[in-house]
């Protein structure tokens, strides 16, 4: 099992080394960041001169290899919006991402395992469907309106939550429920049919003959069979969740990385594009890694060869 | 799942209590759609940023609420000769470390602003080479050419003093991290992307404001942001759009305030070939555009008409010079007349976040025949092609806007009317002759004349179709009670609070 770590460990070196240099390449095809630093009255002259000065005026390799030298000791480069070294940025902006993911995560596991295991017990039946539907609404409604309706009702009708910003638990609870609103749907669905064919297989027919409970059945051994593939998308989902905050970030004035993303990609802030799409790509290549080694703990049968 | 739903209110109502934050007492909460993007006054050039910033930093000159040119840290200035301005200093004023602002002071942050290392975006000081002291409170700046309105170019960005002593000590990065200036509030703590807290600063030299804490937030969903103004979690939202004011029209305890200011659309024809190369054409499309109509559809009369590119409260706008009359026969008579009678295809680009106005525009240039397919960019793109060396990038027709916060006609005028500039797409040698004299005369008087003969021209061979000026529009809570000048700068030193 060792070897293979390290084999994936160096593997994931390999992906990341091809994200830095496709976000590279990408980000100098989206346009001159000169161009949207000064007004639009400023001369040739002076785009010359702030270009020159911002060291964008070298050759491409040049750049390129700066930026790779400085990759291994975390360093990106100064954002040329905010002029502070973009592993500062990124770093004061992990924190809110971190508690808004986890918090919804922790949220759409909440709803999405007992409304999967409810509705894989009443399979076909009438409180099936009304499970299901119930987490689809959730999963079609647009982000940005379910927010909106979410702040007018608890926060401007109620006056229960705050609207938007970061501050205390109080500050979480809407845009946790509109982020997980999403995620829920994708995990409760996927548990249902998951359950379902365990159900339906000899061991837990086996157990459901020694006379066991029908809560030892579904909980201990129905369960934890049907969760591989829920851990698989779990995993998958906390990406999302993370780089999927956008929208929420945005309605809310969440200080994440999403928010934060979108803003760099406007401003074709070259070096914090190259930071925070590194970032995901570290995050991704990092849950499925862990999902993978989850797999032996969840499933003996599974061995990392 | 019913015990959990319980649960769930239960929760809910629990942490109801800690809702509404710390809000009452004399601290103002204004939201912007964005924060700064430094707190290094000398390191940005657009408005949000100049917003919070210019409460924490004084400028060389003003703006008073009559919008005319006003005393800040220089008390009075002059032109001893058309290459240098010499500013008298206001004495005794101190940074808020302590520091003296005086000569030296002002002179070290206009070179620091000019250094190439500095990387500032600031351009308006271009044709300015060095700044000199001459004694304790005189400074003078020098120009490569003459620069009339270099006074009211130092009433905003290239106009703010910096403490040289602070920067030597803190660095530009812990400069950036901590400001210091001279201005009515002190820097308390800025976290990014939550909010930036200032505090009155008791020895301001126009005296202290009238309340103690300042506060900014980036709030860039509207509709988030005027939910926060009815729940009491700011007093101000700033930069609304006419139709996202209307959202929020009469519901209790929050107003909507629109103020006249100077932000300036207009659409740009290029006159080089094709059928806007034409006068007539370009003077149909003038009158075919009914601007009184879409002030009262599309910018629910918060707007007003404008005869050419000068705003009102900018020098040089003459008042005798009127709109084009709105008349969609005499439109489509010079349509005809110009060999267009079934009128002809045509594309007008805009940003996305004037689709309205685009739709609306080619809408009223249908109905004389002219067929305008609107071409929506985001507005990185929009901006790059704005100001590529490519002068047709954004095609034939493009919807634009700009704000000359120097309140000086000069700022509307000068990227894009001289035909070298590069914004320009009209070739007039008597046009550029009246730029060069607006430009480069000292004289306000020799100046104005060559504006209001500029304006004449404009109208006449209409190289643009000439729209409105838009009102700045806030939605504001009970509390707060400000109003701005034309500029619409959030100088909240006037501001008053009531509890």
Same mark, same amino acid.
């Given at each position: 099992m060792i070897p293979t770590i390290i084999r994936r460990i160096l593997s994931a070196i390999v992906v990341l080394f091809c994200v830095a240099t496709v976000a590279f390449v990408l980000v100098r095809l989206s346009g001159d960041p000169v161009k949207l630093m000064l007004p639009p009255d400023a001369t040739a002259q002076q785009e010359t001169t702030l270009r020159a000065s911002l060291g964008l005026d070298r050759p491409l390799w040049t750049q390129y290899l700066d930026y790779l030298a400085g990759l291994p000791r975390l360093r990106f480069g100064d954002s040329l919006v905010y002029g502070q070294p973009v592993a500062e940025v990124l770093l004061a902006r992990v924190p809110a991402t971190a508690e808004l993911a986890a918090a919804a995560l922790a949220l759409t596991l909440l709803i999405a395992v007992p409304a999967g295991t409810f509705a894989a017990l009443h399979r076909g039946r009438a409180g099936d469907s009304g499970v299901m539907g119930a987490v689809l609404i959730g999963q079609s409604t647009p982000v940005f309106w379910i927010g909106i309706l979410l702040i007018l009702v608890f926060a401007v009708r109620l006056q229960w939550l705050p609207a938007s910003g970061y501050g205390g638990l109080d500050h979480l609870v809407l845009p946790a429920v509109t982020l997980a609103l999403y995620s829920v749907a994708v995990v409760a669905r996927l548990l249902r049919s998951s359950l379902i064919d365990v159900l339906g297989s000899d061991y837990i027919r086996t157990a459901t003959a020694k006379g066991l409970r029908t809560r030892t059945v579904v909980g201990v051994h129905a369960l934890r069979n049907a969760a591989l593939p829920v851990v698989t998308v779990v995993g998958l989902e906390i990406g999302s969740l993370l780089?999927?905050?956008? +929208?929420?970030?945005?309605?809310?004035s969440w200080p994440?990385?999403?928010?934060?993303?979108?803003?760099?990609?406007?401003?074709?802030?070259?070096? +914090?594009?190259?930071g925070t799409v590194l970032f995901f790509a570290a995050i991704f290549v990092l849950v499925n890694l862990l999902v993978d080694l989850s797999y032996t703990v969840l499933d003996p049968r599974v061995r990392l060869t | 799942m019913n015990r959990r739903a319980l649960l769930g209110l239960g929760l809910l109502s629990l942490l109801s209590g800690c809702a509404t934050g710390p809000g009452a007492g004399t601290v103002l909460r204004i939201a912007q759609p964005a924060d700064p993007r430094t707190l290094d006054p000398h390191k940005i050039s657009d408005m949000p940023s100049?917003?919070?910033?210019?409460?924490?930093?004084?400028?060389?000159?003003?703006?008073?609420?009559?919008?005319?040119?006003?005393?800040?840290?220089?008390?009075?200035?002059?032109?001893?000769?058309?290459?240098?301005?010499?500013?008298?200093?206001?004495?005794?004023?101190?940074?808020?470390?302590?520091?003296?602002?005086?000569?030296?002071?002002?002179?070290?942050?206009?070179?620091?602003?000019?250094?190439?290392?500095?990387?500032?975006?600031?351009?308006?000081?271009?044709?300015?080479?060095?700044?000199?002291?001459?004694?304790?409170?005189?400074?003078?700046?020098?120009?490569?050419?003459?620069?009339?309105?270099?006074?009211?170019?130092?009433?905003?960005?290239g106009g703010v003093v910096v403490p040289p002593g602070y920067l030597a000590v803190a660095g530009d990065a812990g400069f950036a991290r901590h400001p210091v200036g001279t201005g009515p509030f002190t820097f308390v703590d800025f976290q990014r992307d939550r909010r930036l807290r200032l505090r009155a600063n008791p020895g301001y030299w126009a005296g202290p404001a009238g309340y103690r804490d300042l506060e900014f937030m980036p709030m860039p969903n509207t509709s988030s942001a005027l939910a926060a103004l009815?729940?009491?979690?700011?007093?101000?939202?700033?930069?609304?759009?006419?139709?996202?004011?209307?959202?929020?029209?009469?519901?209790?305890?929050?107003?909507?305030?629109?103020?006249?200011?100077?932000p300036t659309s207009y659409v740009s024809l290029d006159t080089t070939d094709g059928p806007l190369s034409d006068v007539r054409v370009r003077r149909a499309l003038n009158h075919a555009v009914d601007v009184p109509l879409l002030i009262k559809a599309v910018m629910d009369g918060k707007a007003r008409e404008l005869a050419t590119l000068i705003p009102r409260e900018s020098f040089g706008h003459d008042p005798a010079i009127t709109p084009y009359t709105r008349d969609l026969d005499l439109a489509k008579r010079l349509l005809t007349e110009a060999g267009y009678p079934n009128g002809f295809d045509t594309t007008l680009t805009a940003r996305t976040d004037s689709a309205l106005l685009a739709e609306a525009i080619s809408g009223l240039l249908a109905r004389a025949g002219v067929r305008a397919a609107v071409r929506l960019l985001d507005i990185g793109t929009y901006t790059a092609r704005l100001t590529s060396d490519n002068r047709r990038a954004l095609g034939p027709m493009?919807?634009?806007?700009?704000?000359?916060?120097?309140?000086?006609?000069?700022?509307?005028?000068?990227?894009?009317?001289?035909?070298?500039?590069?914004?320009?797409?009209?070739?007039?040698?008597?046009?550029?002759?009246?730029?060069?004299?607006?430009?480069?005369?000292?004289?306000?008087?020799?100046?104005?004349?060559?504006?209001?003969?500029?304006?004449?021209?404009?109208?006449?061979?209409?190289?643009?179709?000439?729209?409105?000026?838009?009102?700045?529009?806030?939605?504001?809570?009970?509390?707060?009670?400000?109003?701005?000048?034309?500029?619409?700068?959030?100088?909240?030193?006037?501001?008053?609070?009531?509890?």
């Amino acid at each position: 099992m060792i070897p293979t770590i390290i084999r994936r460990i160096l593997s994931a070196i390999v992906v990341l080394f091809c994200v830095a240099t496709v976000a590279f390449v990408l980000v100098r095809l989206s346009g001159d960041p000169v161009k949207l630093m000064l007004p639009p009255d400023a001369t040739a002259q002076q785009e010359t001169t702030l270009r020159a000065s911002l060291g964008l005026d070298r050759p491409l390799w040049t750049q390129y290899l700066d930026y790779l030298a400085g990759l291994p000791r975390l360093r990106f480069g100064d954002s040329l919006v905010y002029g502070q070294p973009v592993a500062e940025v990124l770093l004061a902006r992990v924190p809110a991402t971190a508690e808004l993911a986890a918090a919804a995560l922790a949220l759409t596991l909440l709803i999405a395992v007992p409304a999967g295991t409810f509705a894989a017990l009443h399979r076909g039946r009438a409180g099936d469907s009304g499970v299901m539907g119930a987490v689809l609404i959730g999963q079609s409604t647009p982000v940005f309106w379910i927010g909106i309706l979410l702040i007018l009702v608890f926060a401007v009708r109620l006056q229960w939550l705050p609207a938007s910003g970061y501050g205390g638990l109080d500050h979480l609870v809407l845009p946790a429920v509109t982020l997980a609103l999403y995620s829920v749907a994708v995990v409760a669905r996927l548990l249902r049919s998951s359950l379902i064919d365990v159900l339906g297989s000899d061991y837990i027919r086996t157990a459901t003959a020694k006379g066991l409970r029908t809560r030892t059945v579904v909980g201990v051994h129905a369960l934890r069979n049907a969760a591989l593939p829920v851990v698989t998308v779990v995993g998958l989902e906390i990406g999302s969740l993370l780089g999927g905050a956008i +929208l929420t970030e945005q309605v809310f004035s969440w200080p994440g990385i999403g928010r934060l993303t979108v803003e760099a990609i406007q401003n074709r802030d070259f070096p +914090l594009v190259q930071g925070t799409v590194l970032f995901f790509a570290a995050i991704f290549v990092l849950v499925n890694l862990l999902v993978d080694l989850s797999y032996t703990v969840l499933d003996p049968r599974v061995r990392l060869t | 799942m019913n015990r959990r739903a319980l649960l769930g209110l239960g929760l809910l109502s629990l942490l109801s209590g800690c809702a509404t934050g710390p809000g009452a007492g004399t601290v103002l909460r204004i939201a912007q759609p964005a924060d700064p993007r430094t707190l290094d006054p000398h390191k940005i050039s657009d408005m949000p940023s100049m917003n919070a910033l210019i409460n924490v930093f004084d400028t060389l000159t003003t703006r008073g609420p009559d919008n005319r040119l006003a005393p800040g840290l220089a008390l009075s200035w002059e032109a001893p000769d058309p290459y240098t301005w010499r500013f008298r200093l206001r004495p005794g004023v101190r940074f808020h470390n302590g520091e003296a602002c005086d000569a030296v002071a002002v002179a070290f942050s206009v070179n620091r602003l000019l250094n190439p290392a500095t990387k500032s975006p600031i351009v308006e000081l271009r044709n300015v080479s060095a700044a000199v002291p001459l004694d304790e409170l005189t400074v003078e700046l020098r120009t490569s050419k003459p620069d009339p309105i270099i006074p009211a170019k130092v009433s905003l960005f290239g106009g703010v003093v910096v403490p040289p002593g602070y920067l030597a000590v803190a660095g530009d990065a812990g400069f950036a991290r901590h400001p210091v200036g001279t201005g009515p509030f002190t820097f308390v703590d800025f976290q990014r992307d939550r909010r930036l807290r200032l505090r009155a600063n008791p020895g301001y030299w126009a005296g202290p404001a009238g309340y103690r804490d300042l506060e900014f937030m980036p709030m860039p969903n509207t509709s988030s942001a005027l939910a926060a103004l009815q729940s009491d979690e700011v007093d101000m939202v700033t930069e609304l759009s006419p139709d996202s004011a209307l959202q929020i029209t009469g519901y209790r305890g929050v107003s909507i305030r629109n103020y006249p200011a100077v932000p300036t659309s207009y659409v740009s024809l290029d006159t080089t070939d094709g059928p806007l190369s034409d006068v007539r054409v370009r003077r149909a499309l003038n009158h075919a555009v009914d601007v009184p109509l879409l002030i009262k559809a599309v910018m629910d009369g918060k707007a007003r008409e404008l005869a050419t590119l000068i705003p009102r409260e900018s020098f040089g706008h003459d008042p005798a010079i009127t709109p084009y009359t709105r008349d969609l026969d005499l439109a489509k008579r010079l349509l005809t007349e110009a060999g267009y009678p079934n009128g002809f295809d045509t594309t007008l680009t805009a940003r996305t976040d004037s689709a309205l106005l685009a739709e609306a525009i080619s809408g009223l240039l249908a109905r004389a025949g002219v067929r305008a397919a609107v071409r929506l960019l985001d507005i990185g793109t929009y901006t790059a092609r704005l100001t590529s060396d490519n002068r047709r990038a954004l095609g034939p027709m493009y919807l634009a806007k700009s704000t000359g916060w120097t309140l000086d006609g000069q700022s509307l005028v000068q990227s894009n009317v001289r035909h070298d500039r590069r914004q320009s797409r009209w070739n007039s040698p008597e046009a550029d002759r009246l730029i060069d004299a607006e430009e480069l005369g000292i004289a306000p008087e020799d100046r104005q004349r060559a504006f209001t003969e500029l304006q004449r021209l404009l109208k006449d061979q209409a190289p643009f179709v000439f729209l409105f000026q838009s009102d700045s529009i806030y939605a504001m809570g009970d509390r707060a009670h400000w109003q701005p000048n034309a500029a619409g700068v959030l100088r909240m030193h006037s501001a008053t609070v009531t509890a």
